[in-house]
C-alpha cells in the first residue's frame, strides 16, 4: 500500500497533464482553422477601403470570427467572448497580442497598390490574429512552468494564431464565377434542346412516311404533320416550346423561320420514265423512291444576360436550333 500511496500521484499528475496537453493541442488546432476561415473570408470581401470591414459595433468582421469560433466549439469560448472591447484594427500587428482574448485584423498593400486591389498586379493582403485563453482543467498544473497563469476568472493557457490571405479583386472573381456557372447551366440546356429538337423531327419524319393521303404537301397534311410535331415537342419537354407556336408546316424546309416546321416532298424521277406529279405522292409501289423532308427550327431562350455574344447569331434573341431529317415514303395503303 505504500508503493501504491507513493505511485499514485505521480501517475494522477502523469494522466492529468496528457489530458490537458490534448485539450490544449486540440484548440490550438480549432483556433488555427477559425483564424484562417477568418481571415479567407475577409480576403473576398468588396468594403472599399478594405477596412470598412472592421467598422461598425459589431464590425462585420468581428462578426463573422464570432461566428466562425462559436461553430468550432473551441473549449471555453462562448458567443460575444470576441467583441469590440477586445477588438483591434491596427495598421500593423503589434508584436504580442494585447489582450488575452481578442481578434486583430491589419491591411496591407504593395507600393503604389490599393486595397481592395482593381487588379491581380498590385497585391493586397489581410492579416487575422486571434487571441484565447483555455482554462486548465487539471487542479495544480497552472504551478508547472508555461502552463498558464491564474487570474479572478480562473486559471488559463493563452493560445494565439496568426494567418494571412491575398485579398482577391471581388469583380474579377465573382464575374468568373458566375460566367463559369452560366455558361456550365446554360450549355446544359442547349445540348438538351438539340437533343430534344433532332428527336422532334426523326420522330416527325417517321410518322410523315406513313401518312397516305395525297397529295404528300396538301394543306391538310401540312397541318397534320405540324400538330404531330407539336405533340412531340410537349411530350419531350423541349425547352422554350408553347403550345401553338407551330400552327402548321411549311411547304419548303428551305422557307422555315426560326421557329417552325417545314416539310417537303422533292418529286423523283419515275423509274418508267413518265412525268410523276404532286398526286403521286405517296407513291403506288416501292419501285419508286421518294422522300419526305422535315426541318424543326426552334429558338432555346438565354437565360443568362452576355451569353448571347459567346453563341451563334440569329435573328432571334435566343439560340437557334435546326434538324433536318429525310426518309423515304412508304408506299400508299392499298
Keep these: ?27 490550438q488546432n480549432s483556433l488555427t482553422q477559425v483564424a484562417r476561415d477568418t481571415a479567407r473570408w475577409a480576403a473576398t470581401q468588396t468594403y472599399n477601403p478594405c477596412s470598412d470591414a472592421a467598422t461598425g459595433s ?20 462562448t458567443s460575444g467572448t470576441w467583441n469590440s472591447a477586445n477588438f483591434t484594427n ?13 481578434v486583430e485584423v491589419a491591411w496591407s498593400w504593395e ?14 493582403y489581410v492579416t487575422i490574429r486571434v487571441t484565447h485563453s483555455v482554462p486548465v482543467l487539471i487542479p495544480g498544473l497552472e504551478y508547472l512552468p508555461a ?11 493563452q493560445l494565439t494564431s496568426t494567418s494571412t490571405f491575398r485579398m482577391e479583386p471581388p469583380a474579377l472573381v465573382f464575374g468568373l464565377f ?20 433532332t428527336q422532334v423531327s426523326r420522330d416527325t419524319a417517321r410518322w410523315a412516311v406513313t401518312q397516305s393521303t395525297p397529295p404528300c404537301n396538301s394543306a391538310a397534311n401540312l ?52 412525268t410523276l406529279f404532286d398526286n403521286d405522292c405517296p407513291p403506288a409501289d416501292a ?3 421518294w422522300f419526305v423532308r422535315v426541318r424543326v427550327n426552334h429558338v432555346v431562350p438565354l437565360f443568362f444576360p452576355g451569353l448571347q455574344l459567346l453563341v451563334p447569331q440569329c435573328s432571334s434573341a435566343g439560340f437557334c436550333i435546326s434538324a433536318t431529317t429525310e426518309l423515304r415514303m412508304e408506299p400508299k395503303a392499298p
Excluded at 111 to 121: H, Q, S, Y
Excluded at 147 to 157: L, P
Excluded at 178 to 197: D, E, H, K, R, Y
Excluded at 225 to 241: D, E, K, V
Design 1 to 27: 500500500m505504500l508503493e501504491l500511496a507513493l505511485v499514485v500521484p505521480f501517475l494522477l499528475v502523469l494522466f492529468g497533464g496528457a489530458v490537458q496537453l490534448g485539450v490544449f493541442f486540440a484548440a
Design 58 to 77: 459589431p464590425s462585420p468582421l468581428l462578426g463573422k470570427a464570432d461566428e466562425i469560433a462559436t461553430a468550432s466549439s473551441i473549449l471555453g469560448y
Design 90 to 102: 491596427p495598421s500593423t500587428l503589434p508584436a504580442n497580442p494585447p489582450n488575452n482574448e481578442g
Design 111 to 124: 507600393t503604389g497598390g490599393a486595397c481592395p486591389p482593381a487588379d491581380n498586379v498590385k497585391a493586397a
Design 147 to 157: 502552463f498558464g497563469t491564474c487570474d479572478a476568472s480562473g486559471c488559463h493557457f
Design 178 to 197: 458566375f460566367l463559369i456557372v452560366a455558361a456550365v447551366i446554360q450549355g446544359g440546356l442547349m445540348l438538351w434542346s438539340v437533343n430534344t429538337t
Design 223 to 274: 397541318s397534320n404533320l405540324a400538330t404531330h410535331a407539336g405533340n412531340l415537342a410537349r411530350q419531350w419537354s423541349l425547352l422554350g416550346y408553347r403550345p401553338g407556336i407551330w400552327p402548321t408546316a411549311t411547304l419548303g424546309i428551305g422557307n422555315v423561320g426560326d421557329e417552325g416546321v417545314g416539310a417537303d416532298w422533292p418529286i423523283p424521277p419515275s423509274p418508267s420514265g413518265a
Design 287 to 289: 419501285a419508286t423512291p
